[in-house]
């Protein structure tokens, strides 16, 4: 470890999880990298942790996000948990290549920090615990980029490199992504305890997150109710996640068991893709070779996991029926939640009954053509605020360019503009443009963003850093990041590994 660990300012650390016991983690220390260097500092999320200004300055802080020094106060360790991956059972998994450093207090209340690349834990299986710059580039990325969608999501403080190997497909570098997040407790942290019996800890472990994230269900009478309290919070908030993820038109690409949120956030970006041309049946996951984690498959996915999770607290909750009928009110939840964010995008200010079947057939209307899902949504946007202004028609022309068959356009512009007849357009138009973003991370732009970092220029990092913490706005000069991607974009391939 690095001599500097006791120069860094000292934050106010808390290990409640290590209080679990060794059942539930293994204490283990980061393996040092060679030559760090800052690759993305998230200064605006530092400041909202509460972090000094001038807590990025110290070597120290290099030092201990790299793993090269664990922080005075924190207690690094891995959890193990278990889980369900391609619907297959895989057994005991747990964190391979991510290392907890404890929970700090912030003004954002509690948060937890992690390492991720910072080398082997006891539940590495085959692996080497590392990251490499061009994942955790991603992730970095993607996780801002969701919090500026307004998507629940794990955060990421910084992103440090090394020119330590790592063989991937390729040999590449490494790197080290600190993120944060209020907990990374797990759907398979729970299945883990289950399948192996261990009722004891699995009630423990339930005790612990209603007593640190669900505090709300501790006015339930203590038993099955509380837990069964649990299940029903964890279906709601999975079900808004699930519709915010579809109205952006984002797939994540690997929604084991393993990679679901007890906290309904989106957590572990891999193979994760924003979709260029609408098409339901896209896999953004090379490795998904029957296309299980397809976008239009997502939300039936989520309720398949949900009921992997409720089947892990059946033994606490001890009704099956009470069980069944919490998990099947995802069928209801969804969709109504899916509706109020479709609806959001079209600057409806409530949903009426009709406006499922205009919604429905929008999405018909860009499957069929495959149109940029992103750009239609922002032209429209732009258009209905041009409209509200001239009453004109030809205010749509920039939607219009975006079609191949312009009856079918006009027919669904007909039933929209019909359908916005009462309503405030100007309104409309505010609420549109605050709810479909100009900028999303496609694919090709964080790829153009990594071969720059690969030389040793982070600037692309940088910029789109900046835009996608703020993706409404219009970012004059930075036109070129939300345009049409370039025909290469198809050809991006991104497994597992990434």
Known sequence: MHPLADTLLPLPWHNRFATLGHAF???????????????????????????????????????????????????TLASVYSGHQFGVWAGQLGDGRALSLGEIETPMGMQELQLKGAGLTPYSRMGDGRAVLRS???????????????????????????????????????????????????????EHFAAAGKHEELQQLADFAIAHHFSELLTLPTGPQRYLGLLQTVVH?????????????????????????????????????FLDGFDPAHICNHSDHQGRYAYARQPQIAFWNLYCLGQALLPLIQDQDATVEVLDGFKTIYPA????????????????????????????????????????????????????????????????????????????????????????????????????????????????????????????????????????????????YAAFPPDWASTIAISCSS
């Not at 509460?50 to 110290?58: A, E």
């Not at 993607?142 to 330590?164: F, K, Q």
């Not at 007849?421 to 694919?443: I, S, Y």
Request: proline fraction near 4%; glycine fraction near 6%; charge should be negative.
């Open 25 to 75: 983690h293994t204490p283990v220390a980061p393996t040092p990298l060679r030559d760090v260097h800052w690759v993305g500092r998230n200064e605006a999320f530092a400041h909202a942790l509460g972090l000094p200004p001038d807590w990025w300055q110290s070597q120290a802080a290099l030092q201990a996000l790299a793993g090269n020094a664990v922080m005075p106060g924190s207690q």
């Open 237 to 273: 908030r999975t079900a808004a996640l699930l519709a915010h993820w579809q109205a952006v038109g984002f797939c994540h690409g690997v929604m084991n068991t393993d990679n679901m949120s007890l906290l309904g956030l989106t957590i572990d970006y891999g193979p994760f893709q």
């Open 337 to 480: 939640q899916l509706d109020l964010r479709m609806a959001a995008k079209l600057g409806l200010q409530e949903v009426q009954t009709g406006d499922h079947g205009l919604i429905d057939s929008v999405f018909r209307l860009l499957a069929t053509e495959r149109t940029d899902y992103a750009i239609f949504w922002r032209r429209l946007s732009q258009a209905m605020a041009a409209y509200a202004q001239s009453q004109h028609l030809s205010a749509w022309d920039s939607v219009s360019d975006v079609f191949i068959n312009l009856e079918a356009w006009h027919n669904w512009r007909a039933a929209y503009l019909q359908r916005t007849a009462g309503e405030d357009l100007r309104q409309c138009a505010k609420t549109m443009l605050a709810h479909n973003p100009k900028f999303v991370l496609r694919n090709h732009l964080g790829e153009q963003a990594i071969a720059q970092a690969k030389m040793g220029d982070f600037s692309g990092v940088a910029t789109l850093q900046k835009l996608l913490s703020a993706p409404f706005d219009e970012h004059t000069g930075f036109e070129n």
């Open 136 to 190: 955790s580039i991603r992730e970095y990325l993607c996780s801002e980029a969701m919090h500026g969608l307004g998507i629940p999501t794990t955060r990421a403080l910084a992103i440090v490199g090394s020119p330590d190997k790592v063989l991937r497909e390729e040999t590449e570098t490494a790197a080290v992504v600190t993120r944060v997040a209020p907990s990374f407790l797990r759907f398979g942290h729970f």
